[in-house]
């Protein structure tokens, strides 16, 4: 029994949020519980031997074969599978190309994605090109393995043409994956836009609650499932069981806590780009995710970032709570400085994670940073 399988309980009908609170999760057949089970267990009794699905739980679980059931029913996939986290799922994508690959990556980025690439990566002979991918003359080069995006990007929130990458690569021979975490499949499902692979921090906003860390592939490639399959079983960076029971309740709120992170993020959007104070902001039009430049220098960013109190300062986004940081020296503080200039990450670039509570509350939060930032 391999864990990237089809979903038996799905109606093709059902919309996205249907397919969050049902796909993949039928009562369980024992007892008839509505939310599936923790199977907390490393192995299973097998009634004869080698002829038993379930054998050993780095490689099946139930509770894991739910979630990637369910999470390849919201992005439209034949396969699913879930790993310890999301640059767990990245290293098997990668570690999936051949000897000496070259890949087209974005050039805004995660940290730990430009981390992964270019300082472990790189020492076993896989070239990495960064470009923009939001350039509507990009060039994919003959003899390219992979085109890897993020659209959205993080953190400057740039969105590239899915579809028109995918044929310019496809055109060559290369594979396109998308890594889907900022949109969510509630906005954006790439895999209908003719992406080969979605990948998710599932810590992010599939998850919704900052109490996991998890990732995900997503696919309708056989031979890719196959291969990322293996892997998942012969490296062994899987979830246990109760990650992925989060993960799962979490899911049952996405379409619903999506909706509220982005009627509060694109008010507080149209607050900032009024404000004399604010150079510049990043928004792409929809999701929970809000980027702005502060006038001033690097000081009055990080006192506008101390100051305030419903945002919390922090790494990671997604989570009902609104978070705030500084990238250049928290999340994509691996990136040389001179790769930040470059692409426009300023080192004063604010990165707002909007969550669910009261909107008028969050922008008196802000209204106090702002005044904190101006007291040098």
Not at 214 to 243: E, H, K
Not at 281 to 297: A, C, E, I, R
Request: hydrophobic share 45%; glycine share 8%.
């Amino acid at each position: 029994m391999s864990e990237a399988n089809k979903t038996p309980h799905l109606d093709p009908a059902w919309g996205i949020g249907t397919r969050a609170i049902h796909a993949g999760q039928p009562p369980e057949s024992v007892t008839g519980a509505v939310m599936t089970p923790v199977f907390q267990t490393s192995t299973y009794a097998q009634p004869h031997p080698g002829a038993w699905p379930w054998e050993y739980s780095r490689t099946h679980n139930p509770t894991r074969t739910a979630l990637q059931e369910a999470l390849a029913a919201l992005e439209g996939a034949k396969h699913g599978l879930c790993f310890s986290s999301g640059l767990a799922a990245i290293d098997t994508i990668i570690r999936a190309l051949p000897p000496g690959a070259s890949v087209v990556c974005g050039d805004d980025v995660y940290g730990g994605t430009y981390r992964l690439f270019t300082r472990e990566w790189s020492r076993f002979g896989l070239n990495f090109t960064f470009v923009d991918t939001t350039n509507p003359e990009l060039v994919i080069p003959e003899g390219t393995a992979l085109v890897w995006l993020e659209s959205p990007t993080n953190p400057l929130l740039k969105t590239s043409d899915i579809r028109a990458i995918a044929e310019k690569a496809h055109a060559v021979g290369a594979k396109v994956v998308v890594d889907n975490t900022f949109a969510t499949p509630v906005f954006q499902r790439p895999l209908e836009l003719g992406a080969d692979v979605v990948m998710h921090s599932t810590t992010k906003y599939l998850n919704g609650h900052s109490d996991v860390i998890g990732g995900c592939i997503l696919t309708s490639d056989d031979a890719l499932a196959a291969r990322y399959a293996f892997l998942q079983n012969a490296v062994g960076a899987v979830p246990g069981p109760w990650d992925c029971f989060l993960v799962m309740r979490g899911l049952k709120t996405l379409h619903v806590r999506m909706e509220r992170h982005q009627a509060s993020a694109q008010a507080i959007v149209a607050w900032l780009q009024g404000r004399p104070d604010v150079a510049r902001v990043h928004y792409p039009g929809f999701g929970g995710m809000v980027s702005f430049v502060l006038k001033g220098d690097l000081d009055a960013a990080t006192r506008f970032v101390k100051a305030t109190h419903l945002f919390t300062l922090a790494e990671s986004l997604g989570g009902v709570e609104s978070l705030i940081e500084l990238p250049a020296i928290m999340t994509h503080a691996s990136i040389p400085a001179e790769v930040r200039a470059a692409i426009g990450l300023d080192d004063g670039l604010i990165r707002l994670s909007v969550g669910i509570e009261d909107l008028a509350d969050l922008r008196r939060d802000l209204e106090g940073a702002f005044a904190a930032a101006a007291q040098a």
